[in-house]
C-alpha cells in the first residue's frame, strides 16, 4: 500500500512537472514567434542633392511605433523632425511630402471643443518626433515613440496607401543651423512605405 501511494505521488508530481514544462515550452515559442513576425520597415532618408543622410527604422510595439533615425553629414545643431503625410520626397523643397502626418487632428478638434479649450490646448500632430541634435561631426541620433500611430492598418498607418515620409528641418526652436536658411525648410526627406 506505501509502494502504491509513493508510486501515485511520484506519477502526479511527474504529471505536474511535465505539465509546468509543456506550458513554459508554448509559451517561450509564442514569444519567439511573436519577435520573428514584429512588423518593421525602414527609410533611407537624402538631402535636396540626393545624397544619403541618414536612415530611420520604424518598430511596431504594444506601446505604439518606435523610431530609431541616424543621420550624418547634417549641419550641426538642433534640427526638427517630422512624419508627413505624403510619401514623396521631391527635391529641391520637398513639398511633395504635404503636411504633418496626423490623421487624429479631428478626433483632437472634437476632444477640445468637448472640453471648451479651443485656444488652451495646443494639439501636437501624431507625427511629430522630438528634435534630433546634431554633433561636430555631422551625426546624430534619436530613439523615440510615437503611440498614436501604427504600422498595422487603419488611418493611423504610417503604411497607408501611397505611404508616409520622414523630414529634416533646417533647424529647431527659430534657431537654423545653416546661414542664410529658415529654421523650417526642409533640408532632408526619406519615403516609408512598406
Not at 509546468?20 to 517561450?28: E, F, G, N, Q, R
Not at 515559442?29 to 520604424?58: D, Y
Not at 545643431?77 to 502626418?101: I, Q, R, Y
Not at 534630433?132 to 498607418?157: E, F, H, R, Y
Amino acid at each position: 500500500m506505501k509502494f502504491q501511494n509513493f508510486l501515485s505521488r511520484l506519477t502526479s508530481q511527474f504529471v505536474a512537472l511535465l505539465s509546468c514544462s509543456v506550458i513554459t515550452m508554448i509559451a517561450t515559442t509564442t514569444v519567439a514567434i511573436a519577435q520573428t513576425t514584429q512588423i518593421k520597415t525602414s527609410s533611407r532618408i537624402f538631402n535636396v542633392k540626393g545624397e544619403l543622410v541618414g536612415t530611420a527604422t520604424f518598430t511596431q510595439t504594444p506601446l505604439g511605433v518606435k523610431v530609431d533615425l541616424n543621420v550624418q553629414n547634417l549641419a550641426q545643431g538642433e534640427h526638427m523632425v517630422h512624419l508627413h503625410e505624403k510619401g514623396k520626397c521631391d527635391a529641391p523643397d520637398f513639398k511633395t511630402s504635404g503636411n504633418h502626418f496626423d490623421p487624429l487632428d479631428g478626433e483632437a478638434e472634437v476632444s477640445n471643443h468637448l472640453h471648451n479649450k479651443h485656444e488652451d490646448v495646443k494639439h501636437k500632430p501624431a507625427g511629430d518626433l522630438p528634435n534630433i541634435i546634431v554633433n561636430l561631426d555631422g551625426k546624430g541620433t534619436l530613439t523615440a515613440l510615437l503611440p498614436k500611430l501604427t504600422l498595422g492598418s487603419g488611418k493611423n498607418s504610417l503604411l497607408k496607401q501611397g505611404g508616409t515620409s520622414i523630414i529634416i528641418h533646417a533647424g529647431a526652436n527659430g534657431k537654423s543651423t545653416i546661414p542664410n536658411v529658415d529654421y523650417k525648410t526642409r533640408i532632408a526627406c526619406g519615403i516609408i512605405k512598406p
